[in-house]
């Protein structure tokens, strides 16, 4: 058993539903007792749908037990279909009717629907809902795609876009703005799927000449499986901040024969000046902590150090399939990747990193309230305010502008700093405060994050000057100045230390 | 199904005898562990955990949105493989479990393992684990740390059915008592400022000897003995209803206290068995109810004669329709509610309006397409169907919100009826 006050991930149905629901024309049929229908909540309330998602559960009671779970079942599936008419049908199991050992996928098939019936095989005591959503759109492309005949390609080059969802992180806006590069690029875009695709237009996957994917955690297996059985190339580049975009740009272009040098000099987003013009050289190496689903965090690094010049001092990710990726990603930045899905573990690495910013997930936004670091989003899980009704993907040029605005937005402005380290007992402006901008946010406690983690002793003076530094770097210096004490081998640790460490930390 | 047997109606008042659509199918409710998300804030030195899937892990985060970063009082001991593998590895793995968890939160002074589907189907004993680590702590100098338990499951709970487990899993651990004077008993979580009021009116009625369950903290726990008298805040409790009779309490038949009329003879029926005079009783009530019953007219306006239709959710729909109906004038559709128990709502089908459609139970899908040929001016749905159903045009009150706020009593009156007015007020509002 695992202690969790918070998961990261659902179990893998919620993946296998994220997949229906961002589809037309496919049913779900979800074997699970009464209750799981709760996940119905996270489409129309987080995502704020407008129809309910296209899942029937059999919503099985303890009096079902002793009977027979599996007509029900059968007749769940038999109803779903007369009543819905889906083109094709997604059968599989929850948590709980997978230790009733039902067989759905067995059940349904001998229904002999007319349409196509996926078994999805998702163990929910091993795997979680990036993993389920993952497996349930590679055997739904395998079970809509013809193998025996050769696929007819179009004349211009074409692709696909793999991965969008539904309760996917900006999935929504982030299309609109790779099909806009992609148009503006000259390539045609053949299917996008799961998100809006029918089961006909996965069958029409092969026409393209070739696959983007576009979220990685959902759609890598079926891409790979696609350039086996057709030979159809990918671009697996997340085009995410400037850099990423040109480098996704380049590969697709050679992928499509095209020449993209013209395209790439005249396009470009307003990050790079903005990032270049001299209100931001405050945000120089700035200490940032990064956790998020794969892609996003290895993305959002590169952003961070090369785009807006942070120094990344944290970088971790839940999505144990891309261990191996984001441990290569860390090693970038001299750092030892976080592989973990314990959010207790997050919270120690972000206390113990001291970041000036932390980018992560809805969780990390309540371990950096709690801490006083200011934050931001950049990957699920998250809430219903990331989900919002402006224009907002984070992918492509427009993404980039999205993205400084989401990354500088959080952090003091540079003239209230400065200020701050002139100017400390202001009634108003103090060192303790929350940045102005902000608005009445809640004071953060610095003070008391740093009374419990004293590891030497300090006399009055030397703390009283702690004090004075302002908060956002008031960690560092306070960790400096121990490393430095212990490695002098001070027992008490005195003003002269402090400024000796400060010192010896400038060199 | 059961097909509706035609009721020829006689009498305008009353649904006592009246058929009942019973129907199995698909159910679009959630399970008893949802009762944690309240439960936890009410007693504020207990502990949920549940003993479940990442299914259960994620509900619950779904369910307390926001509120799971305030290090909550609740989480879960979720199974992996190697638990499924055998059972006494099981119970070694929640005891390291606990253990770490007590470690963690010192001040809990109750801990609940809270049963799930999955540790149900493999039947995991989680009343002898709770007796085991009862048995433990009190070994380890921690003889205040109580470990109950009860089942949240979906199988066996659907949603407010989650506080009925956890309040009857409470009552072997209340103290005994053999007072002759008569105890009153409010069961049933209420809001704290509805808590206040209540105390407030019971001893201007001249009854001071009130306890509530669950209390606001362990140590608080009422005793129960043959001269206690409870009433039911709550409609929800059939499984505590027996626990107390069990142990010699004694149920004070009543209405529920919503609207000015449920909240009058709510408390009618408690003063007539304590013995309290009947002008004594309307001195006292008849000026909170005045009050009350002003404060509605503003609501009457907008909700009278609208139609309205409730899907099953918390066991609240009669009680709420019944006021709904008698006090402002709306006309009732059909009145879904997941479990009726006859005894327990005996006074509240007396006052519904006689040939109200009540049905227990759902098939979703059948009830969907009651709802839209029946048109209703509203739609009483739980949020996985709310905003499916206004994009189809119709006005809907997501009804968890009925368990989230304070809405019994005299002065929470007008709170209620505003919740109901308040959709169709933005829909005539909005001009997009």
């Given amino acids: ?507 | 199904m059961n097909e509706l047997s035609p009721l020829a109606a006689s009498a305008t008042i009353g649904c006592s005898d009246a058929p009942v659509l019973r129907e199995r199918g698909q159910r679009e409710v959630f399970c008893g562990l949802t009762g944690i998300v309240w439960l936890h804030r009410r007693i504020q030195d207990a502990f949920f955990l549940v003993v479940g899937s990442r299914t259960c892990a994620h509900l619950l985060q779904s369910a307390a949105g926001v509120m799971i970063f305030a290090e909550p009082r609740f989480a879960t001991a979720i199974i992996d493989e190697r638990d499924l593998a055998g059972l006494a590895d099981a119970n070694d793995e929640l005891d390291r479990v606990v253990s770490k968890l007590i470690e963690r939160r010192p001040e809990i002074k109750l801990l609940f393992l809270v049963g799930s589907c999955p540790s149900e189907v493999i039947k995991l004993d989680l009343s002898r684990a709770a007796l085991r680590l009862t048995r433990r702590f009190a070994g380890e100098q921690r003889a205040d740390l109580k470990v109950l338990s009860y089942s949240g499951s979906g199988i066996e709970t659907t949603f407010t059915e989650g506080e009925d487990a956890c309040l009857a899993s409470l009552l072997p651990y209340l103290p005994a008592t053999n007072d002759t004077a008569p105890s009153l008993l409010v069961v049933g979580t209420v809001a704290e400022i509805v808590e206040d009021q209540f105390r407030r009116i019971f001893s201007a009625l001249g009854i001071d000897n009130v306890a509530f369950l669950p209390p606001r903290r362990a140590a608080e726990m009422p005793a129960v003995g043959p001269n206690t008298q409870f009433l039911l805040a709550q409609p929800f409790l059939a499984n505590t209803v027996s626990a107390l009779e069990q142990r010699g309490a004694s149920r004070i038949a009543a209405p529920f206290p919503l609207g000015v009329e449920g909240a009058r003879a709510w408390f009618e029926a408690a003063a007539k068995n304590f013995g309290i005079a009947k002008a004594r009783c309307a001195e006292i009530l008849e000026p909170l109810a005045s009050r009350a019953r002003d404060s509605l007219a503003r609501h009457r306006v907008t909700l009278a004669g609208r139609r309205i239709f409730f899907f099953p959710d918390s066991q609240l729909e009669i009680p709420i329709a019944r006021f709904l109906a008698r006090e402002l004038g709306m006309t009732l559709q059909e009145v879904g509610t997941p479990f009726l128990h006859r005894e327990i709502m005996g006074e509240e089908l007396a006052l519904l309006p006689a040939g109200t459609f009540l049905s227990e139970g759902q098939d979703v899908e059948r009830q969907l397409d009651r709802c839209r040929e029946t048109a209703p001016d509203m739609v009483v749905c739980g949020m996985g169907l709310a905003n499916p159903l206004e994009a189809e045009g119709y006005t809907t009150k997501w009804s968890i919100e009925l368990v989230f706020t304070p809405v019994q009593g005299f002065d929470q009156a007008a709170d209620l009826a505003e919740l109901f007015a308040r959709p169709l007020r933005r829909r005539a509002l909005l001009k997009v």
Avoid at chain 1, 177 to 193: F, H, Q, S
């Fill in chain 1, 1 to 507: 058993m695992q202690l969790s006050l918070w998961t990261y991930e659902g179990p893998p149905h919620i993946g296998a539903m994220r997949i229906a629901t961002a589809m037309q024309g496919v049913h779900y049929v979800l074997h699970a007792p009464q209750g799981d229908t709760y996940a119905d909540l996270l489409f129309t309330m987080i995502e704020r749908r407008d129809v309910r998602p296209p899942v029937t559960y059999t919503t099985f009671q303890a009096r079902d037990l002793g009977g027979d779970t599996a007509t029900l079942f059968k007749t769940s599936v038999a109803d779903a279909y007369e009543r819905f008419k889906p083109e094709a049908m997604l059968v599989g199991a929850s948590c709980t009717a997978e230790l009733i050992q039902d067989d759905p996928g067995g059940l349904a098939l001998a229904l002999n629907l007319p349409i196509p019936v996926v078994p999805l095989e998702l163990p929910a005591y091993q795997r979680k809902e990036n993993y389920g959503a993952s497996e349930t759109f590679y055997r739904l492309v395998r079970a809509c795609v013809k193998t025996d005949q050769p696929a007819v390609k179009a004349s211009k080059p074409s692709c696909n876009i793999l991965g969008p969802t539904a309760l996917g992180f900006r999935h929504r806006d982030d299309i609109v703005e790779i099909k806009r590069l992609l148009e503006k690029l000259g390539v045609t875009v053949n299917v996008v799927a799961p998100a809006d695709a029918r089961p006909s237009d996965l069958a029409r996957i092969p026409q393209a000449h070739f696959n983007i994917v576009l979220y990685p955690e959902v759609a890598l297996t079926t891409a790979a499986w696609l350039e086996r059985q057709f030979g159809q190339k990918y671009v697996n580049i997340t085009p995410i901040g400037v850099n990423a975009t040109r480098d996704f740009i380049s590969a697709v272009a050679a992928l499509a024969g095209i020449d993209a040098a013209n395209f790439l000099r005249a396009e470009t987003s307003r990050l790079v000046w903005y990032s270049r013009s001299i209100d931001s050289t405050y945000l120089t190496a700035k200490p940032v902590f990064i956790f998020g689903d794969a892609s996003h965090a290895i993305a959002l690094a590169r952003v961070a150090a090369e785009e807006l010049g942070y120094q990344v001092v944290g970088l971790g990710t839940y999505s144990r399939e891309f261990a191996r990726e984001v441990r290569a990603a860390a090693k970038i930045y001299n750092l030892e990747a976080l592989i973990t899905d314990d959010y207790l573990d997050v919270e120690a690495a972000i206390k113990a990193a001291n970041p000036a910013l932390v980018l992560g997930t809805q969780m990390e936004r309540h371990i950096a309230k709690r801490l006083g670091i200011p934050c931001a989003v950049i990957s699920a899980p998250i809430h219903v305010q990331d989900f919002p009704a402006r224009y907002s993907p984070f992918m492509g040029f427009e993404g980039a502008n999205v993205l400084f605005d989401t990354l500088t937005h959080p952090m003091m402005m540079g003239l209230e700093e400065h200020l701050l380290g002139m100017f400390r007992e202001d009634f108003e402006f103090h060192g303790d405060a929350a940045a102005s901008h902000l608005g009445a946010a809640q004071t953060p406690a610095p003070a008391t994050v740093i009374a419990e983690t004293f590891t030497l002793a300090w006399d009055a003076e030397a703390e009283r000057e702690l004090r004075k530094i302002p908060f956002f770097v008031r960690g560092k210096a306070k960790r400096n100045t121990e490393a430095y004490a212990t490695q002098q081998g001070v027992a008490l640790i005195k003003l002269e230390t402090l400024y000796d460490a400060k010192a010896y930390y400038s060199q």
